[in-house]
């Protein structure tokens, strides 16, 4: 079983920054390829961004290419999601995703565990 704690949540206005942090437990981090979705009012989930077990490749949505970035740290359980430029469109709940996986490529699919999400407002 797999832990996940999203922070770092909050508002902000249009064109500023956040950074979203998710805290793993429960099983050896590195085995596990990472992944950030949102959920915005009355929409469906969808794939913002994802990295690899070892944080050698990464892949994004394209509504946030050049904005996000997202990063991990092995050494202390976190994966990261730098969010820039935003806008209010962007305004949705963020949840970070854990798929065991030794691959070498960016999960974009289905994950098997899921934080309880945190939520970003971007004013206008």
């Known amino acids: 079983q797999v832990q996940l704690v999203e922070s770092g949540g909050g508002l902000v206005q249009a064109g500023g920054s956040l950074r979203l942090s998710c805290a793993a437990s429960g099983r050896t981090f590195s085995s596990l390829a990472m992944g950030w979705f949102r959920q915005a009012p009355g929409k469906d989930y969808e794939f913002v961004a994802a990295?690899?077990?070892?944080?050698?490749?990464?892949a994004y949505a394209e509504f946030v290419k050049g904005r996000f970035t997202i990063s991990r740290d092995n050494a202390k359980n976190t994966v990261y999601l730098q969010m820039n430029s935003l806008k209010p469109e962007d305004t949705a709940v963020y949840y970070c995703?854990?798929?065991?996986?030794?691959?070498?490529?960016?999960?974009?699919?289905?994950?098997?565990?899921w934080g309880q999400g945190t939520q970003v407002t971007v004013s206008s």
């Open positions: 990295i690899t077990w070892s944080g050698g490749r990464t």
């Open positions: 995703t854990a798929k065991r996986s030794s691959s070498d490529y960016p999960h974009t699919g289905v994950y098997d565990y």
